[in-house]
């Protein structure tokens, strides 16, 4: 909930320290105002006199709290590259890159920047000039709790890796909403009904195990076809479809097959020898 002006002219009488403007200037930024001196003096005028008394100057003060001084100067030079590539490092870290999110973020300069005739005239162009589909991120915003759940189960029936570092890297806004929503991932799948304990502990697959994977499947009497092996092991469908393995479940049955018939062969070859009369 961001301060009122009123709000903030009433907090006159804190005891500063360093370590309190470090904390003033964070908690600040984390409710999504602005962080540039002139706005700064205009509504909390004790926090920029404590930042420029412990500090000696306003930069420097930021600059101590991990916040780079370029990322919130109000007249920043902006170009379209540099707007580029702000967005893109935004996205590769999760953050909600919707109109309303950013423009009450403190990358508001960056986005009002994006939406100026001479930059890109909108948010949506600026959105897919940076390589990203803006229906995408707007797909999980308005999602409700439940919404969200069914999702992950969804995900969780295709075998999908459902662990923090590959959501991160593949579905970095359901992710993200459902952080925002439930506090953390993993409460989040607690909510879906499942493990997050046996998600941590998923399987990591290679080709060898996926082969002898297949293989157990056929020993237990399972129909090597599609549906039937995604509902015995939806996990091992889903990597053994993937690119850096097989890439389709045809050729990863192919390989298995032909990894069976090469130990027949080779069990048939030295059963051979071991039976075979000794030459004298």
């Given at each position: ?157 295709e075998g999908v ?98 990894a069976e018939e ?19």
């Amino acid at each position: 909930m961001y301060y009122a002006c009123m709000q903030i002219h009433s907090r006159k009488n804190l005891r500063w320290s360093a370590e309190r403007v470090i904390s003033e200037v964070r908690q600040w930024r984390d409710q999504g105002q602005p962080l540039y001196a002139n706005h700064i003096r205009k509504n909390f005028q004790e926090l920029l006199a404590a930042a420029i008394r412990y500090y000696g100057s306003w930069q420097k003060a930021l600059e101590a709290a991990d916040i780079p001084y370029n990322e919130v100067r109000k007249y920043r030079r902006w170009s379209k590259d540099s707007i580029i590539r702000e967005i893109q490092q935004l996205h590769s870290l999760g953050v909600d890159l919707s109109f309303r999110s950013m423009a009450l973020s403190q990358h508001n300069a960056m986005v009002y920047a994006a939406i100026r005739p001479k930059y890109f005239g909108s948010w949506r162009a600026a959105l897919e000039a940076a390589g990203l589909v803006s229906e995408e991120i707007y797909r999980y915003r308005s999602w409700e709790q439940g919404e969200i759940l069914d999702e992950i189960r969804r995900l969780k029936a295709e075998g999908v890796d459902l662990s923090s570092k590959a959501m991160d890297e593949t579905s970095n806004r359901l992710i993200a909403t459902a952080r925002r929503r439930f506090g953390n991932w993993g409460r989040a799948l607690e909510s879906a009904g499942i493990d997050y304990d046996e998600v941590r502990r998923r399987k990591r697959w290679t080709r060898e195990n996926l082969v002898e994977g297949i293989l157990d499947l056929k020993r237990q009497g399972v129909k090597l076809i599609t549906p039937e092996v995604k509902r015995a092991n939806p996990s091992l469908f889903a990597a053994a479809c993937k690119k850096h393995f097989y890439g389709t479940w045809k050729k990863a049955l192919k390989a298995a097959l032909k990894a069976e018939e090469d130990t027949r062969a080779t069990i048939a070859t030295q059963s051979a020898l071991v039976s075979a009369p000794s030459q004298v």
